[in-house]
């Protein structure tokens, strides 16, 4: 069985910073794609950033140039540092990743959710 875990979440004021982190554990082939999601209250889940194993990024409109998502390919780690917060961006975070557990099938995971609250 694979688990993704995330830690990093909290209260942050405005213009503040956090990092969020995600470690992959289990039995793992290799890992596709990794990414983080966000839910806020009322609203649809959507995605952040995705990093590729090769390590190519894309964000959402929103947080481009305030967010970087890296990975750590041998760790079996992700993680989301998010600059320059702003209210909005408050919300559940979820780690997602692509796992094969044998090499010719994909499965999809995610984390348990990590709350961040931006807020003065």
């Known amino acids: 069985q694979v688990q993704l875990v995330e830690s990093g979440g909290g209260l942050v004021q405005p213009g503040g910073s956090l990092r969020l982190s995600c470690a992959a554990s289990?039995?793992?082939?290799?890992?596709?794609?990794m990414g983080w999601f966000r839910q806020a209250p009322g609203k649809q889940r959507e995605l952040v950033a995705v990093?590729?194993?090769?390590?190519?990024?894309n964000y959402a409109d929103s947080v481009k140039g305030r967010f970087t998502i890296s990975r750590d390919n041998a760790k079996n780690t992700v993680r989301l540092q998010m600059n320059s917060l702003k209210p909005e961006d408050t919300a559940v975070y979820y780690c997602?990743?692509?796992?094969?557990?044998?090499?010719?099938?994909?499965?999809?995971?995610w984390g348990q959710g990590t709350q961040v609250t931006v807020s003065s």
């Open positions: 997602n990743a692509g796992v094969r557990v044998v090499s010719v099938r994909v499965d999809e995971y």
């Open positions: 289990g039995r793992i082939f290799s890992i596709d794609a």
């Open positions: 990093i590729t194993s090769g390590g190519s990024t």
